[in-house]
């Protein structure tokens, strides 16, 4: 007879809980019942809120898919960003200890200053430049404190998919309207297909994994290399008309409020080797999202 497990997915409306939804193991030992949380249903901010929702839901696994994600404002708004990234992870991770329930906490490489020549491993020191990172760090922090050994922290970078606002999305609209841009290549990371990391968190949690982990899809790539690829999928797949010129540029060219790392690239191979799976190449989950993206504009 197969367990049923009750998960709640926080940041519903996002990339990444989008694609946990439509990503939902429906085979195995295990059935999921899923209640997918946007602010609107539940406000991850207010200790009371959380703790009385888990309880009532009787939730077995929580995946903090909930984020400020808006780096450059993140400088201004640091006490919203505050609010979600780290004392939202704690509301979260003392609602799991006191129900008994697992929490997936969803990070970022923004964790590191970006200063190594050579791929983070999963013990790395974090050491974040900008607000963003520091509240995600600290939120992270909060987990392990509260949660210990029971803890699962997932680093992920450079996320993107078909559902909402994105890198990949934004290059597609300017190619498609401009003959030329301009795009940092001095900053070197990994993309990582939303889809793809949904998968890993769900074989996370049916593993009973915990610790510190880290997913993207393989491969490195700076923004240029990555936006070059965008236009040759989108051309390949007609959803660009045609080339443009690409321009690389330095950081220096492009200055924003928030820094950003120069080089993000995370070591997955204990990932890999824990979860039983292995990344596929960022070019490869590229033009698998490409192609969901044309199917969807053909509907």
Not at 47 to 53: L, M, S
């Amino acid at each position: 007879m197969s367990k049923l497990k009750k998960v709640l997915i926080t940041g519903a409306n996002g990339q990444l809980g989008y694609e946990l939804q439509g990503s939902l193991p429906k085979s195995g030992d295990v059935i999921y019942e899923c209640i997918a949380a946007g602010r609107d249903v539940l406000d991850i901010t207010v200790a009371d809120e959380v703790n009385n929702f888990v309880k009532a839901n009787d939730f077995d696994v929580i995946i903090n898919a909930a984020a400020y994600t808006a780096v450059d404002k993140a400088e201004e708004e640091t006490e919203l960003a505050i609010a979600i990234n780290t004392t939202g992870a704690a509301n979260l991770a003392l609602a799991a200890k006191a129900n008994n329930c697992k929490l997936v906490q969803i990070s970022t490489d923004f964790v590191f200053d970006g200063k190594a020549c050579s791929p983070y491993a999963v013990d790395a020191e974090t050491n974040p430049d900008g607000y963003y990172g520091k509240t995600k760090r600290d939120g992270d922090n909060n987990v392990l404190e509260i949660l210990g050994d029971d803890a699962l922290i997932i680093r992920t970078s450079w996320l993107y998919s078909a559902h909402g606002n994105n890198f990949v999305k934004t290059m597609l609209r300017f190619m498609a309207e401009r003959e030329e841009l301009g795009i940092i290549s001095d900053q070197i990371g990994t993309p990582t297909w939303a889809n793809s990391l949904a998968n890993a968190v769900w074989q996370a949690i049916d593993l009973n994994t915990s610790g510190i982990h880290h997913w993207s899809d393989a491969g490195v790539a700076s923004w240029y290399d990555f936006a070059y690829a965008i236009m040759e999928e989108g051309v390949a797949l007609g959803l660009l008309d045609k080339t443009i010129k690409i321009n690389a540029i330095t950081t220096a060219d492009y200055p924003t409020p928030a820094s950003r790392p120069c080089y993000s690239v995370m070591d997955k191979t204990t990932t890999w080797e824990a979860l039983n799976m292995q990344s596929e190449h960022w070019r490869v989950a590229l033009r698998k999202m490409l192609k969901e993206l044309k199917a969807t504009h053909a509907q």
